[in-house]
């Protein structure tokens, strides 16, 4: 079934370890990003991604690094997590500019 | 600045219509989208406005006036599973979304 697949759904984590969120399509979608929710907040962009090979900054990106070394592929990296890097995040895809996004399931990630 | 105002909650009777308004500015445009989220889910798309007017898709609707900055999404015949956060999301001159917090619409039978 074609879509969007990250893992881990949940994950609790200890301030200050190194953590990556997976995020695998199979759309072969070109745009690639990276949101987190968090109560009462709209969706804030991370980092995006316009094809493979390049990167991009969002609104938030402090803290978080990412890569997109093929289509498929768009990993989210938390260095050195911090509990204000508690939320809800989602990879998404689109397939042109203007185009939908396609949102993943999401990971709950909790930083202890 | 870029900024959406979309109310933070709304409730409605089963069977019922209801607006969704969301008033909008950003720097540039290319289109308005609107997407529904139900609670622990992720965000699934609706509908997408770039010209100016009405556009229907069965019981949801989605109406833009770029000259106001104003979009407002409708829903007739409300059923229970209707109960969800509707989020407003204009793209800017770079094709980048900006994101309202929604507006979480209760149904009561």
């Known amino acids: 079934i074609a879509g969007i697949t990250q893992a881990p759904t949940s994950q609790i984590l200890a301030a200050g370890r190194r953590m990556t969120l997976r995020c695998t399509q199979d759309m072969r979608h070109n745009a690639m990003y990276w949101y987190r929710q968090d109560l009462g907040l709209g969706l804030r962009l991370i980092h995006y991604s316009n094809t493979a090979g390049t990167t991009g900054k969002g609104e938030v990106p402090d803290g978080y690094s990412v890569s997109r070394a093929n289509t498929d592929d768009f990993p989210l990296t938390l260095a050195s997590a911090v509990p204000s890097q508690t939320s809800v995040y989602f990879c998404?895809?689109?397939?042109?500019?203007?185009?939908?996004?396609?949102f993943g399931n999401g990971t709950r990630l909790t930083v202890t | 600045g870029q900024n959406i105002d979309q109310p933070t909650e709304m409730t409605a009777t089963e069977g019922a219509i209801v607006q969704i308004n969301c008033t909008y500015q950003t720097s540039g445009f290319n289109g308005l989208f609107w997407y529904q989220q139900h609670a622990g889910e992720a965000p699934t798309f609706l509908s997408y406005?770039?010209l100016d007017g009405l556009e229907e898709k069965g019981r949801f609707s989605s109406f833009l006036s770029r000259s106001k900055g104003y979009s407002y999404l409708l829903l007739k015949e409300l059923q229970m599973k209707d109960s969800a956060s509707y989020l407003c999301a204009p793209m800017d001159s770079n094709y980048q979304l900006i994101w309202g917090a929604g507006t979480k619409l209760i149904i009561k039978p």
């Open positions: 406005n770039v």
């Open positions: 998404a895809t689109s397939d042109r500019g203007n185009s939908p996004l396609h």
